[in-house]
């Protein structure tokens, strides 16, 4: 009777131990994550609203964070209805460039990370660099952006 339960079990194990289906190899699912995030700058560099709302989940949360000239911590939300316009609205004589200079992607099932060093860059000159903070999480098969933060600062720039 135990022999039979422990076959039982380990059958149930196998069967069942990975319900929520077979995870992708680690690389496929991180390259998956930074298409997300590159079509997300594809759409923010030809601003293109339709390009950036395929990319991020219904209630994404927008925040930045930085220091002000006299080194007081700011922090701020903006809602992302406030930023589709901000992107849109840029006039065409302003050039604008976020290079993304590294990618660093965890993922863990439905979730994931993305750390990605960022120099900004306005009509040629350079304006500001930092960290963008992506999570992500995999609807039914689609990474979709639910959260982005950034820091923002002229000097330290990671590479």
């Keep these: 009777m135990r ?12 069967l069942f131990g990975n319900a929520q289906g077979p995870n992708p190899s680690s690389e ?13 700058f594809d759409g923010f560099h030809k601003q293109d609203s339709t390009i950036i709302k395929s990319t991020v989940a219904n209630n994404v ?5 930085g220091r002000n ?4 911590t700011l922090f701020r939300t903006e809602e992302f209805s406030n930023f ?9 004589t302003m050039e604008f460039d976020e290079k993304l200079t590294s990618f660093s992607i965890q993922v863990d099932r439905t979730m994931a990370n993305a750390w990605v060093g960022y120099e900004f860059w306005l009509n040629g000159e350079f304006s500001h660099c930092g960290i963008n903070s992506f999570q992500l999480i995999n609807f039914d098969g689609e990474w979709k952006i639910i959260y982005l933060i ?4 002229k000097e330290g720039c990671m590479d």
């Design 3 to 14: 022999k039979l339960f422990s076959t039982v079990i380990f059958f149930a194990v196998v």
């Design 69 to 72: 000239p006299e080194g007081k």
């Design 84 to 92: 589709l316009k901000s992107i849109v609205g840029i006039p065409d």
């Design 61 to 65: 949360v927008l925040q930045t964070t």
């Design 28 to 40: 496929e699912t991180k390259a998956e994550v930074k298409q997300v995030i590159e079509t997300f």
């Design 150 to 153: 950034d820091t923002r600062g």
